[in-house]
């Protein structure tokens, strides 16, 4: 049995990516995983990977994956979503909101006013969706009196990294996951968020293989695995004086040392704080 065997997730963005490593650390650990996702079928998308593949990842991995087409964009979905949770399982212990829309606009050369406006659905997604899906998790988790909801962020909530919408998106996450964990803490619910560092997701390989030069960066000791986020969200679940770190911001290298966790192929992630810049937020 693992430390989450019996534990409920939620996990946005889990097709691919940070969100789909996040939901394999679970697995490994035991938890019941509602793996979501726009992507249900292969070969619809540029990069490979689906909420299907996913959950059947996770059940290969000792946990319960659970796939759920959802659209972020529709509040509708989301609702679904954790009356489909609370209907199957009648609790829930861990939300992720780890979704955000990246356009290819992004990592472009130009000022925001060249670019289209429609670049504002990172906001959308990453922050106004993730506020919808912790207002349903809050309506579970407050009766329960346990939970956590975990927002991933990175140093890009201090640090200039790409564009003014990105930048805001992840700062907003930060300060709405402490101010969530000011009206939270009387009811034994925890909310942090966590700053990931670069990671070694599908579409950042594809980058650095097509971007000259960047090449070298692919055997960096910098970056993380996609799984290695999970590791750290695991820990924090499953840690029992969690309500102690509750509104803080944490760089997930940090928290790793701490708890003693390495990346999968054994490496210590190192933190980026004297390069990229401190957490503001701090437990409450």
Not at 9 to 20: C, D, F, L, Q
Not at 34 to 59: N, P
Not at 108 to 123: A, D, R, T, V
Not at 165 to 171: D, H, N, R, S, V
């Amino acid at each position: 049995m693992g430390q989450l065997t019996g534990k409920v997730a939620v996990v946005t963005g889990a097709s691919r990516g940070v969100g789909k490593g996040i939901a394999l650390a679970l697995a490994d650990q035991g938890a019941t995983v509602y793996v979501t996702g726009r992507t249900v079928a292969a070969g619809t998308q540029v990069l490979s990977g689906t909420i299907g593949e996913t959950a059947a990842e996770v059940d290969q991995r000792g946990g319960k994956g659970i796939a759920v087409q959802v659209d972020l964009a529709k509040d509708e979905d989301i609702a679904a979503l954790f009356d489909q949770v609370k209907r199957e399982q009648g609790r829930l212990d861990l939300l992720v909101n780890n979704a955000i829309v990246i356009p290819d606009e992004l990592t472009q050369p130009g000022g925001f006013w060249q670019k289209p406006l429609s670049n504002w659905e990172m906001f959308d997604i990453g922050l106004r969706a993730a506020f919808v899906a912790a207002w349903h998790a809050a309506q579970i988790m407050v009766p329960q009196r346990s939970g956590l909801i975990v927002g991933i962020s990175g140093y890009v909530g201090v640090t200039y990294t790409y564009g003014p919408i990105f930048g805001a998106a992840k700062a907003g996450l930060d300060r709405m996951a402490r101010d969530m964990a000011i009206e939270l803490k009387e009811h034994n619910v925890a909310s942090v968020a966590l700053w990931q560092g670069f990671t070694f997701t599908e579409r950042a390989i594809d980058n650095l293989k097509n971007v000259p030069g960047m090449a070298a960066q692919l055997r960096s000791s910098a970056g993380s695995s996609p799984e290695f986020p999970g590791r750290v969200v695991a820990a924090l679940a499953a840690d029992p004086a969690i309500m102690k770190r509750s509104g803080g911001t944490f760089i997930n290298a940090e928290l790793a040392q701490e708890y003693g966790i390495t990346d999968v192929d054994g490496h210590v992630v190192p933190s980026n704080r004297a390069e990229r810049g401190s957490p503001i937020w701090q437990p409450v």
